[in-house]
């Protein structure tokens, strides 16, 4: 929550503002101690992965220690149409369900306002900038992919299997950086929900348009039937 939208929220509930260093400094304490709640959780989250490994799945280990995971990674953003100045992307552990590291990507927005690049010259001055990405927000997801892959080994992991929900780009990106050795390519593995959502959305619209296509022709007969089963009839 940005500062006029607090002040606007105080102002509804009868409240007393705050003075925008005031609103500064109380959101650079959150956040400080936030960053270090977060790491902690991160920890116990790998330390917990890692004894799940040791007592089901020991041959997931190498030699020198280290964890082959198979990893749930995407991306996601504030606001749609790649439009957003942040974007976050998450890896998760297959089998357990937790959060083994995240990456949160910021830009600043590019403007010609004499007035903006003032702004943003003494904003990096002050030290407190954010920002840690130039380029297209869809940029982000893969961008923080490769980040999340290279600092694996920093935990002790090496995420050998990527399950993903059909976009190849944030793929093809780790596998080019072949981050993981010759000896290791990166595996990739489809969603099954987000297959069978594909599935889903591809027999309704083959439907519709087998629907449509015989009312322009002026068919008396009914369109062919399409059963869809159940498992696809669900609400999306």
Same mark, same amino acid.
């Given at each position: 929550m940005v500062?006029?939208?607090?002040?606007?929220? $105080?102002?509804?509930?009868?409240? =007393?503002?705050?003075? !925008?260093k005031s609103y500064n400094t109380h959101v650079d304490d959150i956040f400080e101690k936030s960053s270090e709640v977060m790491e902690v959780i991160l920890a116990l989250?790998?330390?917990k992965v890692l004894e799940f490994y040791r007592q089901n799945h020991t041959e997931a280990f190498q030699d020198n220690?280290?964890?082959?995971?198979?990893? $749930?990674?995407?991306?996601?953003? =504030?606001?749609?149409? !790649?439009?957003?100045?942040?974007?976050f992307g998450a890896v998760i552990d297959v089998h357990t369900g937790l959060d083994v590291d995240f990456h949160a990507s910021v830009k600043n927005e590019k403007e010609d306002?004499?007035?903006?690049?003032?702004?943003?010259?003494?904003?990096?001055?002050?030290?407190?900038?954010?920002?840690?990405?130039?380029?297209?927000?869809?940029?982000?997801?893969?961008?923080?992919?490769?980040?999340?892959?290279k600092r694996s080994m920093q935990h002790q992991m090496r995420y050998t299997v990527l399950v993903g929900d059909g976009d190849t780009k944030t793929f093809l990106a780790l596998s080019n950086a072949n981050i993981c050795g010759d000896g290791c390519p990166i595996e990739k593995e489809e969603c099954v929900n987000h297959v069978s959502k594909r599935l889903n959305t591809g027999l309704r619209n083959l439907k519709s348009s087998l629907t449509e296509k015989s009312i322009r022709n002026g068919a008396k007969d009914k369109p062919p039937t399409i059963l869809l089963h159940e498992s696809c009839q669900r609400q999306q």
């Open positions: 500062h006029s939208r607090m002040q606007k929220l $105080s102002e509804g509930l009868g409240l =007393p503002g705050l003075h !925008h989250s790998r330390e220690g280290t964890l082959d995971l198979a990893v $749930s990674f995407d991306g996601c953003w =504030p606001k749609r149409g !790649h439009i957003s100045k942040l974007g306002a004499t007035a903006y690049e003032v702004w943003l010259n003494e904003h990096k001055a002050s030290g407190k900038c954010m920002a840690n990405f130039k380029g297209s927000s869809g940029a982000m997801e893969v961008e923080a992919a490769l980040m999340l892959w």
